[in-house]
């Protein structure tokens, strides 16, 4: 199984309850939940999140967090990281899948 396929089955257990949508863009498989983006599993393994902005430092300062980027090397913005593989083992998606969690929440439902 490719890096991407594991962690797409692990977010798509961890998300069951909610009943994402499974989307294919930013280069992987988003995850929309009440048809926003929460999270991606992109094509090498890593995890892009939608977060809120104002925990964009703070997160960024754990291991594995990186600001996302858009092909090479166009900033996706402040509302969004990426997570290395190593990050995202045993329990770190879950840690990892909170703050993109807590941010859609805020956002209210559509």
Request: charged share 25%; hydrophobic share 45%.
């Amino acid at each position: 199984m490719t890096a991407q396929k594991d962690l797409v089955e692990r977010v798509r257990d961890a998300l069951r309850a909610r009943n994402p949508r499974e989307v294919s863009m930013f280069g992987g498989v988003s995850f929309m939940v009440e048809d926003r983006m929460v999270v991606a599993a992109r094509r090498e393994g890593t995890l892009l999140l939608r977060i809120d902005p104002a925990d964009a430092e703070d997160l960024l300062a754990r291991p594995g967090a990186h600001p996302a980027l858009m092909g090479a090397d166009r900033p996706m913005g402040e509302g969004w990281i990426s997570i290395e593989q190593a990050a995202l083992q045993g329990p770190g998606l879950e840690s990892w899948l909170a703050p993109a969690l807590t941010f859609h929440a805020a956002q209210g439902s559509k």
